[in-house]
């Protein structure tokens, strides 16, 4: 009985999925046919498991962590074991923490291109101030449109 209250048999249509995830009907139908989730049918309608629902959760998280689709379905087919999901924490485990050593990486690679990226403007302004002086307040305008736009783009968030 305790496994009926953790798992409802409540259902989904694709619909509800789409409006509570924000994510679109074809992306589920995208994974469907990748055999991440196997909708029931009524008719020609899919119908979702909380099951479903809950792999669709997963997905989504594992996507915005970025793990490849079939790094996803390798975790998800451990979940049918009857391990009480031990298999499916280790394959967890291992594939988060190799996500975690290439997002650093990443990082690294991204402060350096920012620091290279701003030695770069300095140099540049340095230039234009013993050349052509007249032409950098059009480069801190240019600079002060950039940010702002970037402020309402972290802003639209």
Do not use: W
Not at 37 to 54: E, F, H, I, Q
Not at 68 to 92: M, P, T
């Amino acid at each position: 009985m305790p496994a009926d209250l953790r798992r409802p048999n409540r259902t989904f249509s694709i619909r509800q999925l789409c409006l509570e995830f924000k994510c679109t009907p074809r992306a589920l139908r995208f994974y469907e046919d990748k055999g991440l989730l196997a909708p029931a049918r009524d008719g020609m309608n899919r119908v979702y498991s909380y099951k479903d629902r809950a792999r669709l959760q997963l997905i989504l998280r594992g996507k915005r962590v970025g793990l490849a689709l079939a790094e996803i379905g390798e975790i998800l087919d451990l979940y049918e074991l009857d391990d009480g999901g031990a298999a499916q924490n280790a394959k967890s485990l291992t594939k988060f923490r190799e996500r975690i050593v290439a997002l650093e990486a990443q990082r690294h690679d991204i402060d350096q291109a920012i620091s290279q990226l701003r030695a770069g403007c300095d140099a540049l302004e340095a230039h234009l101030a013993a050349t052509r002086p007249d032409l950098l307040p059009r480069a801190a305008d240019y600079d002060q449109v950039l940010r702002e736009r970037l402020g309402d783009l972290e802003h639209a968030k």
